[in-house]
């Protein structure tokens, strides 16, 4: 259910740094959210009450940079990275504990402060009464990769803030305790990386919307880490620039990264794996004409191309950051990942998309 903002908490400040990683914690709880005792915890007293939130990451198949423009865009959820949030009661204050920054609320870096929206932006929503909190955060996605860590942070608590205020979130409620803390990650968001890291399923993004996507066969990815951040603000802004400077050249090239999103749709339904490969490969020619691929990036998609992928491209906004690759199974995507290691690849992850 959507539910009323007041002004009780306040606002974070500004910044356009992604970058939520933090120090573990294994709490007990479910794959979303839940309620864990404070003896479960070991935070606090007794009496304190503790929830959990999970979310995870994402990787974007076709849509980048398009989307910006109202084109669709495909995203698939990846399960084996994840973000958990866990938010305690306290007399007062809020503390935040994470890898980033252990401390006072009101002392943390502008790293920590899309963090710090999505815990009072869902504080807010909840209505809760004003006592102190304490956060603790555990993220396994990387920051800075393309791969929505600062959206899979707040998704995550914006599920505990909920879970401990026994508050009922609907997934427009998620989504704006997201977008809020979006707004201070990146000054803009499309809304793509929110909605993807709270979905079980691939979807399909156009305007806000968002509808699952059909996968007629298991498709088997290996993501790969480039080792450089992503600059997504400065290749979104430099592909504005360059339209406005050159429409007659990148008008076409954004025309044609919204056909084969479409196409690309089509593909993961029937099952077409040679195709769905196939069409990754051209959007990924027709992102580096848009001038957002990178030597880093280039090496490890001719790697994958090497090493008998069926399809290879960045994911996300590009310069630096990582690439998607489809292998032709999973026996094949383990061959992939050691190549794509060997290429420089600093991190890789398999991962794999089931029918449905």
Do not use: N
């Amino acid at each position: 259910m959507t539910t009323e903002v007041d002004g009780s908490y306040p606002a974070a400040r500004h910044t356009h740094e992604d970058g939520l990683a933090s120090a573990p914690i294994r709490p007990d709880a479910d794959e979303q959210s839940g309620i864990i005792g404070a003896e479960q915890s070991g935070i606090g007293m007794a009496e304190e009450r503790a929830a959990v939130g999970t979310s995870h990451a994402k990787a974007i198949l076709f849509g980048e940079h398009a989307v910006v423009y109202g084109a669709p865009a495909v995203a698939i959820p990846l399960h084996a990275l994840t973000a958990t949030a866990q938010v305690t009661e306290r007399p007062a204050g809020t503390h935040i504990h994470s890898a980033l920054f252990r401390g006072q609320a009101d002392d943390a870096p502008a790293r920590v402060q899309p963090l710090l929206e999505a815990l009072y932006s869902a504080l807010r929503r909840t209505g809760h009464a004003g006592q102190g909190v304490d956060l603790r955060l555990d993220s396994t996605i990387p920051y800075e990769r393309g791969l929505g860590s600062s959206a899979a942070v707040a998704v995550a608590v914006a599920r505990a803030v909920a879970a401990l205020e026994h508050h009922e979130f609907d997934a427009e409620d998620i989504h704006a305790v997201a977008m809020d803390a979006e707004k201070i990650a990146h000054g803009k968001s499309s809304g793509l990386d929110p909605r993807t890291v709270a979905s079980a399923v691939p979807i399909r993004f156009l305007g806000g919307q968002v509808s699952p996507v059909s996968v007629g066969s298991r498709l088997d990815f290996v993501l790969a880490d480039t080792g450089r951040a992503g600059a997504t603000g400065k290749a979104v802004s430099a592909v504005r620039r360059r339209l406005e400077a050159e429409p007659d050249v990148v008008t076409p090239l954004i025309d044609r990264l919204a056909e084969l999103a479409e196409i690309g749709t089509s593909c993961m339904a029937s099952g077409d794996r040679e195709a769905l490969g196939a069409h990754m490969c051209e959007v990924h020619r027709h992102l580096a004409e848009l001038g957002v691929s990178d030597l880093t990036l280039e090496r490890l998609v001719d790697a994958a191309d090497r090493a008998g992928a069926m399809g290879a491209k960045l994911t996300g906004g590009g310069r630096g950051g990582c690439v998607i690759v489809l292998a032709r199974d999973e026996e094949h995507a383990e061959h992939v990942e050691v190549d794509l290691r060997r290429a420089g690849a600093t991190r890789t992850w398999r991962t794999a998309v089931e029918a449905a």
